[in-house]
């Protein structure tokens, strides 16, 4: 099932989209405005997002251009009344894949976003994410409220760990097997202790990453 964010404050559009799209076997997600979108995107990347200009908490260009600064690969598709020529070119100049002008017939926007997704792919199974922190699989990096953090190879492949369980507790045995140092050796027990200790350090203290006591430790949204 493609997943896909829906950016749009006008109710009655955005839910004859969403009807239409998910009768192909998409899930849409509607965010009415651009806060509920960055929200929406702190806990889970979608493979594509549609995104309207005029929102009644800012311009569409705006978020556009934060979703390129922290998914640069993510397909994003403008739907929106401004057909003028400096703001299809604005559109593209700010990040977008395409542009379709509305009104629109709805089997032109599907065709036009399988075509998208046929020369992208599934993007948004190279990121991971949990509250303001993000990981990028294809670059190896990880970044905290849009701010790159360097990690050592075994800071990032505990992360890396504990993000592909999120919401589930993990124990510090199951990490033991599962996570080994830039050398290949098998992390102690001491060593996990201190890693996660740097881990944390470094990330700021999340509070998305919880100690079970007496158990391991846990990665959940807290936003």
């Known amino acids: ?123 948004a199974e190279q990121y991971l994410s949990c509250d303001g922190i993000r990981m990028d699989l294809n670059r190896h990096t990880v970044s905290c409220q849009s701010e790159e953090i360097p990690l050592s190879e075994a800071e990032y492949q505990l992360l890396l760990y504990l993000m592909r369980n999120k919401g589930k507790t993990v124990t510090r045995e199951k990490i033991l097997e599962q996570v080994w140092d830039v050398n290949g050796n098998y992390v102690n027990n001491n060593t996990l202790t201190v890693t996660m200790k740097r881990l944390r350090d470094k990330l700021c203290q999340p509070e998305c990453l919880k100690t079970v006591r007496s158990v391991g430790y846990r990665m959940e949204d807290t936003l």
């Open 1 to 123: 099932m493609i997943d896909l964010y829906y950016i749009e404050d006008d109710s009655g559009i955005a839910w004859i989209v969403k009807e239409y799209l998910e009768q192909k076997n998409f899930k849409v997600t509607i965010c009415a405005t651009l806060a509920q979108a960055r929200q929406a995107f702190m806990e889970h990347v979608p493979t594509l997002v549609l995104l309207d200009w005029n929102m009644p908490d800012g311009h569409g260009e705006d978020l556009c251009r934060w979703i390129r600064r922290n998914w640069k690969e993510l397909p994003v598709i403008f739907l929106t009344v401004r057909g003028d020529c400096a703001d299809i070119v604005s559109g593209f100049g700010n990040g977008a894949d395409d542009y379709i002008v509305k009104p629109f017939e709805l089997e032109i926007l599907y065709f036009r976003i399988l075509a998208l997704l046929r020369r992208t792919g599934n993007v």
